[in-house]
């Protein structure tokens, strides 16, 4: 079934930053997964924005296959949503540079990711990451989408994104509406360590990928209530990011059992992972099962690609064709 556009439009970007981890799953896919029903949604695995890090260009092709994989895995259902890959749809990038001319030079080196990875990579400040977030608007506009499921770091590059369709519209006329974040109201999830937000480079988050053993064991020694040092000492289930992921994987029941046995030290902390851990392990196996049956098909994850690049591309097509007639250029002439 071809997705009804009657429906208000959703875009999200996720980086190929290869296997998804609990991290993605619970503050952007899981929410991705839910928008589905009532949104005509594109899904993409933004590998240009990718290229602005330094990485290792004979890896990216996994990366990109390994993440679309996952995305799959948990649940984003290629008959209802458009999966595609970035560069598959060349548009976005030619989109990007049109949009460039009114976008305001010092509010891109405001961003806070600018400044966060000109920090972390001294050495190589290149353009793009300076330009990283017109690529990212360009994503949004071409489809006409109006709502972004986004985390909370990505709340000035979505103002960024309205500032400029208000400059375009004022500028060349009526073009593109506002797109609005669609912030997930979920609980802010840190890392098993309980210190730092999940991370992949950081170690301190599971993979979807993982084996019962191997999760279960990051799961058993993850930070909880710093307060409760004995077995004995009752627990603050509110300072306990174990809990918060109970909020996630548990019913209401078991939750409010958790919070009993924690406040009263009637449970332990491994009590408490233990139980956790029954959620995690059902849907960590749901979306391994999943993700064995797709690669159970060569060309499975490849043939759902080419497709959704295929209807990313009809849909970004026009939207050019009336963004080079607004600039009055001309464009590939077949
Ligand atoms: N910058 C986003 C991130 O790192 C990914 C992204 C690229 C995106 N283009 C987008 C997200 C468009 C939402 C809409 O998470």
Avoid at 48 to 61: G, K, L, R, S, V
Avoid at 91 to 111: N, Q
Avoid at 154 to 167: N, P, S
Wanted: aromatic share 6%.
């Amino acid at each position: 079934m071809a997705p009804s556009t009657a429906r208000e439009t959703i875009f999200s970007g996720i980086q190929p930053s290869g296997e998804l981890h609990l991290g993605n799953y619970l503050g952007a896919v899981r929410n991705w997964v839910a928008l589905q029903d009532s949104y005509r949604c594109f899904f993409c695995v933004v590998d240009y924005h990718a290229i602005t890090q330094p990485f290792e260009p004979a890896e990216m092709p996994r990366r990109v296959r390994d993440m679309a994989t996952d995305l799959l895995a948990c649940g984003i259902d290629p008959a209802r949503s458009t999966l595609f890959v970035q560069s598959a749809v060349p548009e976005h990038t030619e989109l990007a540079w049109a949009l460039s001319a009114v976008t305001p030079h010092g509010e891109l080196g405001r961003m806070t990711q600018f400044k966060e990875k000109s920090e972390k990579n001294p050495d190589n400040i290149n353009a793009g990451i300076l330009t990283y977030p017109v690529l990212q608007a360009a994503d949004i506009l071409i489809y006409g989408a109006t709502r972004v499921p986004v985390g909370e770091d990505q709340r000035q590059h979505l103002e960024l994104a309205r500032e400029i369709v208000r400059k375009w519209n004022a500028r060349f006329g009526q073009t593109f509406a506002e797109p609005e974040a669609l912030f997930s109201s979920t609980p802010k999830i840190l890392g098993l360590d309980g210190q730092a937000k999940m991370s992949k480079s950081l170690g301190n988050t599971i993979s979807l990928r993982e084996n019962d053993e191997s999760a279960w064991g990051k799961l058993r020694t993850a930070a909880t209530d710093p307060a409760r040092v004995r077995r004995t000492d009752p627990g603050d289930p509110d300072k306990c990011n174990i809990f918060t992921l109970h909020r996630f994987f548990s019913s209401a029941e078991r939750q409010a059992e958790v919070r009993t046995g924690c406040t009263t030290a009637g449970i332990g902390c491994i009590d408490c992972k233990k139980w956790l851990f029954e959620g995690v392990k059902a849907d960590l196996h749901r979306i391994r099962a999943r993700r064995e049956e797709l690669l159970a098909t060569p060309q499975a994850v490849d043939t759902i690609l080419a497709e959704g690049a295929r209807r990313a591309r009809a849909v970004a097509a026009e939207t050019m064709v009336r963004v080079r007639q607004r600039l009055g250029v001309a464009g590939p002439k077949d």
